[in-house]
């Protein structure tokens, strides 16, 4: 998350410890929001290393953040390159602003709404 101070490694055993300032924590002793970007790096570095995929889908990726963590992670995903496409499903706006297509789906009474738009 903007802090290169942080190193993720994923061990032998496969989990996941975070070090930050010589001090290590495995992955059950980070928040909420440190789990979820440390499972997302994972993801899509494995994605990347074993295939040969060029489309990447963020479910909710923003869940379990703070209103700054959750900022800084859209700005990095909105960074992520060597995909064709990146698709984002999320209940909050954090992604509207730096998307190219929007697709908003809402509640309707007992059904949906579906409507979209393109920032381009």
Do not use: C
């Not at 909420?32 to 790096?41: D, F, N, R, T, V």
């Not at 703070?66 to 698709?87: N, P, S, T």
């Amino acid at each position: 998350m903007q802090d290169f101070s942080r190193v993720l490694r994923w061990n032998e055993d496969y989990g996941l410890t975070l070090e930050v300032d010589s001090s290590t924590r495995q992955f059950a002793q980070l928040s909420g929001g440190e789990q979820m970007s440390a499972a997302l790096a994972v993801r899509l570095a494995l994605v990347r290393a074993m295939s040969t995929i060029d489309i990447a889908f963020f479910d909710e990726p923003t869940a379990h953040l703070d209103g700054d963590r959750r900022e800084a992670l859209a700005q990095q995903i909105m960074k992520v390159r060597g995909f064709r496409q990146l698709f984002v499903i999320s209940h909050d706006d954090t992604f509207e602003q730096a998307t190219q297509n929007l697709i908003r789906v809402t509640r309707d009474g007992g059904g949906s709404n579906v409507s979209s738009s393109n920032a381009n």
